[in-house]
């Protein structure tokens, strides 16, 4: 992938390159490197100030309906969300839809609508969707909202206050689709469905035209070295490592100027450009600015401003880790602590997208799996590195397997009355399992709780860098070693009428339910609902479900556990019930049965 390229007629000389310096006194402070505060500091230690954070997703068009891509940006970012609340940060999480523009208003005026009403209609289904998949967002934002007309207004002034934006004229290639400009080379030629020869993108395929028309440019082209300076000296500014070097990559090329506006007489729907009625601004720099308008600007931003996070897709990087940056300098303005960038979901191959017809509907899926069963499966199999491919098929394996089998056969293996009959957290005794060999556990047994312990530290590490299928997988691996624990020991054949057996069974069930309670409080972020069903079994209270609550096992170090004895939660059933099979039948959902080793 290349920068596009942008043909620049106007005002370029080296006199004005020589003034640029004045007003672009790069301050170090504003792409300084951040620490990553919850790995080296416990809660306690840090400020207030130092508590917050703000999380992002993209702004999503509201051009068509919201599709699996859209939903799983917003899981991604809602995961991370809900990771700080339990680690005690003050979180803020924004999403919401991108209104303006030529496709939007190319699209209401197919639909018959006005634009506003276009808008709002399509923006209810976007947070339908979120609401009804648990996305636990704090401030859903719509461009067509006054706050952000105000927000990109004083953005557009300071800019052009500092000599950033100059009249100029553009011409070359636009995608629509994209609202994005093109170089030739980043153009090629194919055939429409009618047969008619075309140009398209060749990074999405979109189709292209060629633009010729005054407005206004940014001065891009002055932030080069500043942008490599950001990018050298954050290493973990744009993650995955290989996004950040594609962006260094594109930094290596010709970095023009950009087209920050287009005539008003072509796009009437979005923010006039201050002071030029004739304009409107481009909806690229308009929708950038989102994130500040949510965050107070230009008022009392900057609490939130400084540790800003964004989640975004791989195609929309150039806009993210160029543009914004860019624009962001040039108002004198920190730079966000991290862009966080996700691959694709395709299916069979090709990538999912509104313009290509192969969308999966994420509404109906979370009706077919459940709104925790699809979360799951999208952090578990979406790996932000590569692409992954969508099937039903695989949701219904995954689900059965690491849901239904692993971690609801577990739990109820624990809590049966058979097993559990006092239905309590049953007494661990650490004669039957001391910390030195020599009780009735067994080498693999210290394995596996020196996996459990340092779990919690393990999956930060991944919920941290946003690698969710790296910490669903150690968790994972955990599970399967309880269960292990549990089917080496037979717990079943113990004679319960003999002390020193039923000392090891309640011991055994001890610490399964502790592993249990690490996993449930661990998966809070994944799967909402179904953490919360575990751990009101296990009578784990809202105030003991935190990060600084995990604790594992305390009596295995001699500690009290203020679990033992405590009496369970009601059964409130299967933790998650078995799915069918829908060969055949891929699109129609069909009822979930019971699975049968969880009764
Ligand atoms: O680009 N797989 O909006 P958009 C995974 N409004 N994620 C996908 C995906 C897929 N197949 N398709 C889309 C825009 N996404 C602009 C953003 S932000 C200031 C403005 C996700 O509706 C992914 O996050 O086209 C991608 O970046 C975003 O949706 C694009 O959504």
Same mark, same amino acid.
């Given at each position: 992938?290349?920068?596009?390229?942008?043909?620049?007629?106007? #005002?370029?000389?080296?006199?004005?390159?020589?003034?640029?310096?004045?007003?672009?006194?790069?301050?170090? *402070?504003?792409?300084?490197?951040?620490?990553?505060?919850?790995?080296?500091?416990?809660?306690?230690?840090?400020?207030?100030?130092?508590?917050?954070?703000?999380?992002?997703?993209?702004?999503?068009?509201?051009?068509?309906?919201?599709?699996?891509?859209?939903?799983?940006?917003?899981?991604?970012?809602?995961?991370?969300?809900?990771?700080?609340?339990?680690?005690?940060?003050?979180?803020?999480?924004?999403?919401?839809?991108?209104?303006?523009?030529?496709?939007?208003?190319?699209?209401?005026?197919?639909?018959?609508?006005?634009?506003?009403?276009?808008?709002?209609?399509?923006?209810?289904? @976007?947070?339908?969707?979120?609401?009804?998949?648990?996305?636990?967002?704090?401030?859903?934002?719509?461009?067509?909202?006054?706050?952000?007309?105000?927000?990109?207004?004083?953005?557009?002034?300071?800019?052009?206050?500092?000599?950033?934006?100059?009249?100029?004229?553009?011409?070359?290639?636009?995608?629509?689709?994209?609202?994005?400009?093109?170089?030739?080379?980043?153009?090629?030629?194919?055939?429409?469905?009618?047969?008619?020869?075309?140009?398209?993108? !060749?990074?999405?395929?979109?189709?292209?035209?060629?633009?010729?028309?005054?407005?206004?440019? @940014?001065?891009?082209?002055?932030?080069?070295?500043?942008?490599?300076?950001?990018?050298?000296?954050?290493?973990?500014?744009?993650?995955?490592?290989?996004?950040?070097? *594609?962006?260094?990559?594109?930094?290596?090329?010709?970095?023009?100027?950009?087209?920050?506006?287009?005539?008003?007489?072509?796009?009437?729907?979005?923010?006039?450009?201050?002071? +030029?009625?004739?304009?409107?601004?481009?909806?690229?720099?308009?929708?950038?600015?989102?994130?500040?308008?949510?965050?107070?600007?230009?008022?009392?931003?900057?609490?939130?401003?400084?540790?800003?996070?964004?989640?975004?897709?791989?195609?929309?990087?150039? @806009?993210?880790?160029?543009?914004?940056?860019?624009?962001? !300098?040039?108002?004198?303005?920190?730079?966000?602590?991290?862009?966080?960038?996700?691959?694709?979901?395709?299916?069979?191959?090709?990538?999912?997208?509104?313009?290509?017809?192969?969308?999966?509907?994420?509404?109906?899926?979370?009706?077919?799996?459940?709104?925790?069963?699809?979360?799951?499966?999208?952090?578990? &199999?979406?790996?932000?590195?590569?692409?992954? +491919?969508?099937?039903?098929?695989?949701?219904?394996?995954?689900?059965?397997?690491?849901?239904?089998?692993?971690?609801?056969?577990?739990?109820?293996?624990?809590?049966?009355?058979?097993?559990?009959?006092?239905?309590?957290?049953?007494? @661990?005794?650490?004669?039957?399992?001391?910390?030195?060999?020599?009780?009735?556990?067994?080498?693999?047994?210290?394995?596996?709780?020196?996996?459990?312990?340092?779990?919690?530290?393990?999956?930060?590490?991944?919920?941290?860098?946003?690698?969710?299928?790296?910490?669903?997988?150690?968790?994972? #691996?955990?599970?399967?070693?309880?269960?292990?624990?549990?089917?080496?020991?037979?717990?079943?054949?113990?004679?319960?009428?003999?002390?020193?057996?039923?000392?090891?069974?309640?011991?055994?069930?001890?610490?399964?339910?502790?592993?249990?309670?690490?996993?449930?409080?661990?998966?809070?972020?994944?799967?909402?609902?179904?953490? +919360?069903?575990?751990?009101?079994?296990?009578?784990?209270?809202?105030?003991?479900?935190?990060?600084?609550?995990?604790?594992?096992?305390?009596?295995?170090?001699?500690?009290?556990?203020?679990?033992?004895?405590?009496?369970?939660?009601?059964?409130?059933?299967?933790?998650?019930?078995?799915?069918?099979? &829908?060969?055949?039948?891929?699109?129609?959902?069909?009822?979930?049965?019971?699975?049968?080793?969880?009764?």
């Amino acid at each position: 992938m290349r920068l596009p390229f942008l043909f620049v007629t106007r #005002a370029r000389g080296s006199v004005l390159r020589l003034q640029l310096r004045q007003f672009l006194s790069p301050d170090p *402070a504003l792409w300084k490197p951040q620490s990553s505060t919850a790995l080296r500091f416990t809660s306690t230690q840090l400020s207030k100030e130092d508590m917050s954070f703000y999380i992002t997703t993209p702004i999503f068009y509201v051009n068509a309906s919201p599709h699996l891509g859209h939903l799983y940006s917003a899981v991604i970012a809602d995961c991370l969300h809900r990771y700080k609340v339990l680690q005690g940060f003050n979180s803020k999480f924004a999403t919401g839809t991108d209104e303006h523009g030529l496709k939007i208003q190319q699209a209401a005026k197919a639909a018959g609508k006005d634009p506003l009403t276009f808008c709002t209609d399509v923006s209810a289904r @976007f947070k339908h969707l979120f609401s009804s998949c648990s996305i636990s967002y704090t401030d859903y934002i719509r461009t067509t909202q006054q706050r952000h007309r105000q927000a990109v207004e004083h953005f557009w002034s300071v800019l052009q206050n500092k000599g950033l934006i100059y009249k100029g004229s553009y011409e070359g290639w636009y995608s629509t689709q994209d609202e994005s400009f093109l170089t030739p080379s980043q153009v090629s030629d194919a055939l429409d469905s009618s047969g008619k020869e075309i140009k398209v993108s !060749l990074e999405s395929g979109h189709k292209v035209e060629w633009m010729k028309e005054e407005n206004y440019m @940014f001065r891009l082209s002055a932030f080069r070295t500043h942008l490599l300076d950001w990018l050298r000296g954050n290493p973990r500014a744009v993650q995955p490592e290989r996004f950040h070097q *594609a962006v260094l990559q594109w930094l290596q090329e010709d970095l023009p100027d950009l087209s920050v506006s287009r005539q008003r007489s072509r796009l009437q729907w979005g923010i006039p450009v201050p002071g +030029d009625a004739e304009q409107t601004i481009y909806v690229w720099l308009d929708a950038l600015v989102n994130y500040l308008t949510v965050a107070g600007y230009p008022d009392k931003h900057d609490r939130w401003w400084h540790v800003a996070h964004h989640v975004i897709g791989k195609d929309i990087l150039k @806009f993210h880790a160029i543009y914004w940056p860019a624009f962001l !300098l040039g108002a004198g303005l920190p730079l966000p602590q991290v862009v966080h960038v996700h691959s694709h979901w395709t299916v069979e191959g090709r990538k999912m997208s509104k313009s290509l017809g192969n969308v999966v509907d994420p509404l109906e899926r979370s009706q077919m799996f459940t709104t925790d069963g699809i979360r799951y499966f999208l952090l578990r &199999q979406g790996v932000p590195d590569s692409d992954c +491919d969508y099937t039903d098929d695989k949701v219904i394996k995954v689900l059965n397997a690491e849901l239904t089998d692993s971690l609801g056969g577990l739990l109820n293996r624990c809590t049966a009355p058979a097993l559990n009959p006092a239905q309590i957290y049953p007494s @661990f005794c650490p004669q039957s399992f001391p910390r030195e060999q020599g009780g009735r556990a067994v080498v693999e047994d210290y394995h596996m709780l020196d996996a459990v312990k340092g779990l919690p530290a393990v999956v930060e590490v991944h919920y941290e860098s946003l690698d969710v299928y790296k910490a669903l997988e150690a968790i994972s #691996a955990c599970v399967r070693q309880t269960n292990g624990f549990v089917q080496r020991h037979t717990p079943w054949k113990l004679d319960m009428r003999d002390s020193k057996d039923q000392r090891w069974l309640d011991t055994i069930i001890h610490v399964s339910l502790e592993c249990l309670r690490i996993y449930g409080t661990l998966l809070q972020p994944i799967v909402p609902e179904i953490s +919360d069903r575990l751990l009101s079994r296990l009578s784990v209270q809202p105030s003991e479900r935190s990060w600084a609550a995990l604790n594992f096992l305390p009596r295995y170090g001699g500690m009290d556990c203020p679990f033992e004895g405590r009496a369970l939660g009601s059964d409130s059933g299967v933790l998650f019930s078995r799915l069918e099979s &829908q060969k055949g039948d891929k699109q129609k959902p069909k009822k979930a049965k019971k699975s049968a080793n969880l009764k």
